[in-house]
């Protein structure tokens, strides 16, 4: 399941991600709105659609169905050791992708932005801190498995402030 999280993050710093962006926004009508484009509800609604959330499911797909498509052509001894046995496998390497996701958007958007609103405000250095406490509880509401990582984020920044 790791290499599941590992293979979504591959994927996303890789061209394939310019592919998909090229495509559902660009070929497909999913061209995200600019800050002041007013827009009607229906033609935002398939813009957003199109062009954010498909296309981010569709990613997190990709790593599941290639392991499918392996664990399909391969012989049990094989399928067994990728850990595809039964139709629950592909839920838990679907989540395992969906946390890869979360994980690079959340420390690749959500804290720089952060980080770079808290040092606009605050002016001072203190905004890496503000980031990664953002990082806390979205991990949180994701899975169960990663509150160990979460306790040593919340340990090593107990020690910084």
Request: glycine share 8%.
């Amino acid at each position: 399941m790791v290499g599941t999280a590992a293979f979504t993050l591959l994927l996303l710093n890789s061209p394939v991600l310019r592919l998909f962006t090229w495509f559902f926004r660009e070929v497909l009508p999913g061209q995200i709105p600019g800050v002041n484009e007013s827009l009607p509800l229906p033609l935002l609604f398939v813009r957003m659609f199109l062009g954010a959330g498909l296309m981010e499911e569709l990613i997190k797909a990709v790593p599941v169905l290639l392991v499918m498509a392996v664990g399909y052509h391969a012989a049990p001894s094989r399928r067994d050791q990728l850990g595809v046995r039964e139709p629950l496998d592909g839920i838990l390497l679907g989540a395992a992708s969906a946390i890869g996701f979360t994980l690079l958007e959340t420390l690749g958007q959500y804290v720089p932005n952060v980080a770079h609103v808290n040092a606009l405000d605050l002016g001072s250095t203190d905004t890496q801190l503000a980031g990664l406490q953002l990082l806390i509880p979205r991990l949180l509401v994701r899975s169960p498995d990663t509150w160990p990582t979460v306790a040593i984020l919340a340990t090593s920044l107990d020690s910084v402030s």
